[in-house]
Each structure stands twice: as structure tokens, then as C-alpha cells.
């Protein structure tokens, strides 16, 4: 089992529209948690942190469930340019290291 | 601003060849590591560093070598190429990484598109 897993999607949502992923987890070691965007051909870039409490930036909100051990990002209001991959991200303190989730690909249209 | 640049971009190279990606970034960062991308794989964790002088395995370092001697470069090496090294690399630094925290931002090269034919 891989230990972040995603849902690759694609996800294909009308511009206004509300989507969530969800994220999945498997190491409960796992200590911090991230959703970085990815888009075609390009480099992965950090979207936002995701605390316990759940935050909020804009449009994005992301919420964590330990006891359930997944993640989740919601977007409102989507327009064209969040069309994108979204990449699910866990950090283990004791590897030092970032685990990325395959990705889920989110396409909004007219 | 320069931030993390990888070069080079595309790389055709011939099975059993060898190769060094190169990797520099100007932001002071002590983390840095490389990446793997492959469909439906995600980004694999080939080494990393905490620091000059310092390496470490990943998830996926065999046939791949690294080496840290300044805080800016970080060169992965192919020893000899094999097809299932055809990939998109990616090398990428953290300021707040390494210390077993993490602030999370992980800035990333452009990428280099490796073929091994």
C-alpha cells in the first residue's frame, strides 16, 4: 500500500462549481501535511499547509483527520486556471522526508 | 531570482552511459534532494541532504549517486543508464526541512526530462 494515496482523477467540474479530494494516509507517524499544484510539465509549487485545526486561504480550504488519517482540500468557485494536478503530501520528522501522493487532476471547463 | 535551476532540461542518452544532473540553488537552503516523476509513480525520493557533506538514501537511490561539498550544488549522478531511468528529475531545496520539522515548502527545479534509449 502506497503511504499517501490519492484518487487520480480526472476530475472534470464546471467553472463555479465546488470540488473536494481526499487524501489518504497510512504512516500515522506522519507529522505535517501539504497540497502542492502541479501544472502540465511543470514543477510542483506549494498550494498550502494543512494544520489540525483545518485553515483556509481564499478560495482553498484543506482540513486533516488523524483519527481517520486523510486529508482533504476543498476548492469554491472553481475557475480555468485551477485546473491543475494536486498533489497530496505527508512529512515524517524521523525520515526527514516528503512523501508525495500520485496526484489528482482537477480540469475545469467553460 | 534565481532559486533552484536544473540543468539540463532534456537529455537523450544511450543505455550503459553515464551523466551528471546538475542542481544549484542561492537560497542559503541546507535541504536539498532529488525527485523522480513516472506516471502513475508520483514523485519518488531518489537522495537527499541535510547539510554540505552530508547524504542520504531515498526511497529510490539505486543506480543513482550524490555528492554535497557546498550549501549550493547538489549533482545527481547516473552511473550507467538504463531505460527505467527515463524520467522527469527534479531537484528541489527546503529551508525548514532537515532538522525532523517541516515548514513544507519544497522549492523545485523545472525539471529535467531524462529519455535513456
Known amino acids: 500500500r502506497k503511504e499517501v494515496e490519492q484518487d487520480p482523477g480526472p476530475f472534470n467540474v464546471p467553472e463555479g462549481a465546488t470540488v473536494a479530494f481526499n487524501c489518504t494516509y497510512s504512516?500515522?507517524?506522519?507529522?505535517?501535511f501539504f497540497w502542492y499544484r502541479q501544472d502540465c510539465r511543470k514543477e510542483p509549487k506549494l498550494l498550502m499547509s494543512?494544520?489540525?485545526s483545518g485553515n483556509e486561504d481564499g478560495r482553498f480550504t484543506a482540513q486533516l483527520n488523524r483519527a481517520s488519517q486523510y486529508i482533504s482540500l476543498l476548492i469554491r468557485d472553481s475557475k480555468l486556471s485551477d485546473s491543475a494536478t494536486y498533489l497530496c503530501?505527508?512529512?515524517?520528522?524521523?525520515?526527514?522526508?516528503?512523501?508525495f501522493g500520485t496526484g489528482t487532476q482537477l480540469k475545469v471547463e467553460l | 531570482n534565481a532559486g533552484v535551476t536544473q540543468t539540463p532540461k532534456f537529455q537523450v542518452l544511450k543505455t550503459g552511459q553515464s551523466m551528471t544532473l546538475q542542481c544549484a540553488q542561492d537560497?542559503?537552503?541546507?535541504?536539498m534532494s532529488w525527485y523522480r516523476q513516472d506516471p502513475g509513480m508520483g514523485l519518488r525520493l531518489i537522495h537527499y541532504?541535510?547539510?554540505?557533506?552530508?547524504?542520504d538514501q531515498g526511497e529510490v537511490p539505486n543506480g543513482y549517486n550524490v555528492s554535497r561539498s557546498t550549501t549550493e550544488d547538489f549533482p545527481l549522478r547516473l552511473l550507467s543508464a538504463a531505460p527505467s531511468q527515463t524520467s522527469v528529475y527534479f531537484c528541489?531545496?527546503?529551508?525548514?526541512?532537515?532538522?525532523?520539522?517541516?515548514?513544507?515548502?519544497?522549492?523545485f527545479g523545472e525539471g529535467s526530462r531524462l529519455t535513456v534509449l
Open positions: 504512516n500515522s507517524a506522519s507529522q505535517s
Open positions: 537560497m542559503n537552503h541546507e535541504y
Open positions: 541532504s541535510v547539510g554540505a557533506g552530508i547524504t
Open positions: 503530501v505527508g512529512f515524517t520528522g524521523g525520515g526527514n522526508k516528503l512523501t
Open positions: 528541489a531545496s527546503s529551508y525548514g526541512l532537515g532538522g525532523g520539522a517541516a515548514t513544507g515548502e519544497l522549492f
Open positions: 494543512v494544520y489540525s
